[in-house]
């Protein structure tokens, strides 16, 4: 996707802060952090959000989400808040605020987290 920030960054033609990377995602440091631990985890392939990724077929569907779920408690480790937790959000639509079109997930830590809405 051309005009797609997060595909910029993926193939680093945008500069960002590097936390995690596999055959699968790149993770990144968000820019404005609302924790002392705030990571995005950016799916390689360019889906929109997580209804456009729930479209496609169940094997790469599995495959994207496992990585996902591997990268979290791998940077969880690496931060240093494996044992504490953490939070993982992905927005989806603009209901739920998602102000970048490329599918992504929060993984957010480092202190206790009050504002739980669920
Ligand atoms: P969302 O509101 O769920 O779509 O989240 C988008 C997130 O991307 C926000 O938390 C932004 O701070 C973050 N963000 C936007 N541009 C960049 C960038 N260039 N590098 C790192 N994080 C970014
Ligand atoms: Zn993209």
Redesign the pocket.
Known sequence: ?ED?I??KI?KGDIPSELVYSDEFVVAIRDIHPVAPVHVLILPRK?FANLSELAETDSGELGSILAAVARAAKKIAELEGIADKGYRLINNCGQDAGQTVM?LHFHLIGGKTLGEKLI
Do not use: A, D, N, Q
């Open positions: 996707m797609c997060f595909c993926i360019h490329h």
